[in-house]
């Protein structure tokens, strides 16, 4: 029994290219790594900048995002921006539904980058703004030099956070037109082999755990070396 | 002072947890019932405007007048059919586990299908098509769509047959739901929604979508619906005159006519109405 | 650090400069939406009859109620089912017995990487071929468990971390009348390690809520389901999932509020410091 089990699963995996469809997961995961770090770096600019509209601005994006289902946003790309709107991020057609994947990814995940990036300028010492503004700095340079490299320094932790979270929701991107990453690959196995079923979750969940454990160990190691001695 | 409290919170999760438990699994009447039940089980789509669709407490479809019909000729009212949603990829798994009693769910026989459950009917045989919109002339049939947007729901293998059988060149969308196609197929953006005829002219037949999508009308292949039964069903035969007779005195038509004739879809005349195969 | 200490107050030529920078983002941003509307408007989906329905009784009483009364359901359940989760296997993580405390580690930080999305899809596929329970139940059990698994161990790392951040001398006071080291546990640490959890628990509400949107996919009728059969049915799906997205917009900001409100009311009470734990993802910022 056990030895056919393990045959008949093994022989399922040779039909279908698993790690193909983690690699789709990592690449939509890498893109909208790199958006939502410069998206949500820009939200929290607004968010502690001088000028009230871009805080009101700010606020309003990161409460509108982050209390949306994902599923919601990534249908929206979908149906509304190319069905609707027509807008085409790629000329190749099935490359413009992964795009269209990562901007939804990327904009819910900008909101959580943005309150990870507040939660480490709150860990930066009023002294050190005040000391900034002492010397003669404006907000543009007070920030850049002073605030915000301390704050990321500060944020590596809820930072790593966010990244292991898009990582796993990248399989949410299967609402939108992208039926080839681990999640979906993972429902057609199931349905097409119901009796091997904790072997094909047990494969898939095993995946995500040697990719996701890895990010939290480092970003946890990160971000006690980065911490800032005060 | 501050302990008492954390205790009454652990107490009252606990307790929240036990009622919410039991109350989660024991408010479905008869769901393992088992001799001769005073109830039928028919499971049918929740989804699918003109063939099964849950309107609030309402259930409409061309499926669903199929299955009241034969519950009825079978000595079952009206009250006693419970409908159970029975989504594509768990309609097997509910016949063997004998969840349901039957299922009227645009359910195709085939060989392959046969080794787990067995079949009555057909009941209808639908072929797949295309739905375009309706100023449309150019897309006639599967081998016209070379280089058109085509879209099909996740999972689906009719979009790629058409890809690997008739046009290579054929861009591929696949979205939750149909319904989405033909909000995207409405728009432009995509050329033709693939599916059984039956399926699109229940989507064409939406009010809302009067006047603005066709069924092509050119069939190119066959899927015959039938009702799936658990594999040591008795139920075979008497299910199979139910058909025979709605067929026979008009119900059956009148069904069509209801649920999807609106917008002028005529199915394929050669093979319906169909004559119920013999039962194995 | 308030925010304020940033910048000085702009003086005038700033503040006209500001004036002039918001008149430009406003156009553009208006000009954006009117090209949006006017797009949508040629694709017909503004027309009247495809948002007066939501006026009538129909899409309420039969879809949209319907479908966030299952919502709430399946959130309601998961949080008392993960909270339940989460205190037993964050006491695991704390046990003396290595081999308890091993495994609890495991089982927390393998339901902490697995997709939430993944889980469901198991969960519903795997009941409903055990063939134990009703099929119309199936898809509520897989979202239930699937939410259950995922923020039981979130639950689990904030207990530990909430007894971890605890003043050393709670437990030293409690050792010191005589009480052994699980009686500690139970009796002094856990109960204020739980109480310093609540704003937690509130704000993993809102990603529990989020989240049983997943179960759409394995066909549970929560709010999301309901919006797009409602929509199937009327022909107007976009404007279905835009009332949708309102609903849980509101509803989430709600609870986001009443999460810092609590946050506020237990930094106050509680003496040790409070559990400054980082939920391990969508962490609502508790508010420092």
């Not at chain 3, 009364?69 to 037993?88: D, Y």
């Not at chain 3, 409690?174 to 009480?179: F, K, S």
């Amino acid at each position: 029994m056990d030895d056919s089990y393990l045959d008949r699963l093994l022989s399922l995996f040779s039909e279908y290219d698993v790690p193909a469809a983690f690699w789709v997961n990592i690449q939509l995961t890498f893109y909208a790594a790199i958006l939502s770090l410069v998206l949500g770096t820009v939200l929290a600019m607004m968010r502690i900048s001088p000028v009230p509209s871009l805080r009101w601005a700010g606020s309003t994006y990161v409460t509108l995002l982050r209390n949306t289902p994902l599923t919601i946003i990534i249908l929206f790309c979908v149906l509304a921006l190319w069905g609707q709107l027509g807008i085409v991020l790629s000329t190749d057609f099935q490359r413009n539904f992964f795009l269209l994947a990562v901007l939804g990814l990327t904009v819910y995940h900008a909101a959580f980058v943005c309150e990870a990036l507040r939660s480490g300028v709150n860990t930066v010492p009023v002294g050190q703004a005040e000391a900034a503004r002492a010397i003669g700095l404006s907000f543009w340079p007070a920030a850049r030099l002073i605030i915000l490299p301390q704050a990321f320094r500060g944020a590596v932790a809820p930072l790593g956070n966010v990244l292991i979270a898009l990582t796993k929701n990248s399989t949410v991107a299967a609402a939108g037109s992208v039926a080839t990453e681990a999640s979906s690959v993972m429902k057609t196995m199931i349905e097409f082999r119901p009796d091997v079923v904790v072997g094909i979750f047990f494969i898939f969940a095993m995946g995500f755990v040697v990719i996701v454990v890895p990010i939290g160990l480092a970003t946890t190691a990160l971000s006690r070396r980065l911490a800032v001695a005060r | 002072m501050r302990r008492r409290v954390g205790f009454a919170v652990v107490a009252a999760a606990a307790t929240l947890a036990l009622a919410a438990c039991s109350g989660g699994g024991g408010d479905e009447p008869g769901s393992t019932g088992g001799g001769k039940p005073e109830k039928i089980r028919i499971g049918i789509k929740f989804d699918q405007p003109g063939l099964g669709f849950q309107d609030g407490s309402k259930y409409t479809g061309f499926d669903v007048d199929v299955a009241r019909y034969v519950a009825k000729s079978l000595g079952y009212e009206e009250g006693d059919i419970e409908f159970i949603a029975a989504p594509s990829a768990q309609r097997e798994t509910m016949l063997q586990n004998k969840q349901v009693d039957m299922i009227f769910a645009t359910y195709s026989i085939t060989d392959k299908r046969k080794e787990t459950v067995s079949f009555a009917g057909p009941y209808f045989v639908a072929g797949q098509d295309l739905l375009v919109a309706a100023d449309d002339s150019a897309i006639t049939g599967p081998d016209t769509l070379e280089g058109k947007n085509l879209c099909s729901v996740t999972g689906s293998t009719s979009a790629q047959r058409i890809k690997d059988e008739y046009a290579s060149g054929v861009n591929l969308v696949e979205q939750p739901g149909y319904a989405e196609c033909v909000t995207a197929l409405v728009a432009g953006s995509v050329d033709a929604v693939t599916t059984d005829d039956i399926i699109l002219a229940g989507l064409a037949a939406i009010p809302a979508n009067a006047g603005k999508v066709k069924v092509v009308g050119n069939p190119f292949s066959e899927e015959r619906y039938g009702v799936g039964l658990p594999k040591d069903s008795d139920q075979c035969e008497p299910i199979n005159e139910a058909i025979t007779k709605m067929i026979d005195d008009g119900s059956w038509q009148k069904a069509l006519d209801d649920n999807v004739g609106s917008t002028g879809y005529k199915p394929n005349a050669d093979l319906n109405p169909p004559k119920p195969d013999a039962c194995g | 650090m308030s925010d304020l200490v940033l910048f000085d107050a702009p003086g005038p030529r700033a503040r006209r400069r500001m004036v002039w920078v918001n008149v430009a983002a406003t156009l553009a941003v208006v000009g954006i939406g009117a090209w949006a509307l006017v797009l949508l408007g040629q694709k017909g989906q503004l027309a009247a009859d495809k948002w007066q329905v939501f006026l009538t009784a129909n899409p309420w009483t039969n879809f949209f109620i319907p479908g966030l009364i299952s919502t709430l359901k399946a959130a309601a359940v998961a949080i008392v089912t993960s909270a339940v989760f989460g205190v037993v296997f964050g006491l695991g993580r704390l046990a003396r017995s290595r081999a308890v405390r091993t495994v609890s580690g495991v089982v927390v930080e393998f339901f902490r990487a697995v997709p939430v999305l993944l889980m469901m899809i198991f969960f519903w596929l795997w009941i409903s071929r055990l063939g134990v329970v009703s099929p119309n139940d199936v898809p509520f059990i897989g979202v239930v468990l699937g939410l259950t698994f995922y923020n039981g161990s979130v639950f689990a790392e904030l207990v530990r971390s909430g007894v971890h951040g605890l003043p050393r001398g709670q437990r030293e006071a409690a050792l010191a009348i005589g009480l052994r080291r699980s009686q500690s546990l139970r009796l002094v640490e856990v109960p204020q390690a739980l109480i310093a959890m609540l704003p937690a628990i509130a704000s993993q509400l809102v990603v529990i809520l989020k989240d049983t949107a997943l179960g759409y996919i394995i066909t549970y009728p929560e709010l999301l389901q309901a919006a797009r059969q409602f929509g199937a049915g009327q022909g107007n799906i976009l404007q279905s999932l835009l009332v949708a997205a309102v609903i849980f917009i509101v509803i989430n900001y709600a609870l986001t509020k009443v999460a810092e409100r609590l946050a506020g009311r237990v930094g106050r009470r509680t003496a040790g410091r409070a559990a400054k734990a980082e939920a391990p993802t969508l962490v609502v910022d508790t508010g420092r």
